[in-house]
């Protein structure tokens, strides 16, 4: 059996003496699955997330990613982890809309000290796979919502990073804009990239998901490994 990209071992993390966010989670993620955490809010779904990126730490229990314990990292060096091993997808797209569509997309890789030529061809590499190079000049505030996540996907992609974190990818778009990121996002998977998104849509779990678990009250309610529908 491959060894777990993800591991989370008996988790646990509470805010200001309020109820768990999460108690004593443990979850395993392999290389290439395609992993959707489905809950209703305040399940605890985007402490996952961040617990996995690490955005935040735990109380008690481990986190380990790619073989890192993310849990014992400082500021910086959480930092460093995100940039060579995480690429991460948000709802409202945090493209920095003073930069060109193309810097947008360069910036992890310029901050993780990829020489600017090599930075440039894979940005121009990905626009074109992702179809929106023809905006690679333009401002994010100019593009479509299913646009702007299609440049956010291009972006968390730039250091071809081993994990894609998703978070509610689809919750600021129109329907139709949602089903072509969806598309987008089983496509990635089907070329082996490993992604876990939380989201609230069960159609985007089904459509991008090979394996859903469902959070409630901070616990694991369910994990049930399941084929896509393409």
Do not use: W
């Amino acid at each position: 059996m491959a060894t777990p990209l993800i591991e989370l071992t008996d988790v646990s993390r509470r805010y200001d003496g309020g109820p768990p966010a999460l108690s004593e989670v443990s979850l395993t993620v392999a290389p290439g699955e395609a992993v959707a955490v489905l809950g209703p809010s305040g399940s605890g779904k985007s402490t996952v997330l961040n617990l996995i990126a690490g955005l935040d730490h735990p109380d008690t229990g481990a986190v380990t990613v790619s073989g890192v314990r993310v849990d014992e990292l400082g500021e910086a060096a959480s930092a460093r982890y995100r940039r060579a091993t995480i690429g991460m997808v948000f709802q409202f797209f945090n493209l920095l809309d003073d930069l060109t569509v193309a810097d947008n997309v360069v910036l992890p890789a310029r901050l993780a000290g990829m020489a600017r030529g090599t930075a440039h061809r894979r940005a121009t590499e990905l626009l074109e796979t992702l179809g929106v190079a023809r905006h690679a000049r333009s401002h994010p505030g100019r593009l479509s919502g299913g646009e702007r996540q299609r440049v956010a996907v291009a972006r968390a992609l730039m250091n071809r990073p081993a994990l894609l974190l998703a978070d509610e990818p689809t919750g600021a778009l129109d329907s139709a804009a949602g089903e072509d990121v969806m598309a987008l996002l089983d496509d990635l998977h089907a070329d082996g990239q490993t992604i876990v998104l939380v989201t609230h849509d069960l159609a985007l779990a089904r459509a991008c998901a090979t394996r859903t678990v469902q959070l409630a009250d901070g616990r694991i309610a369910s994990d049930t490994a399941a084929e896509p529908v393409r």
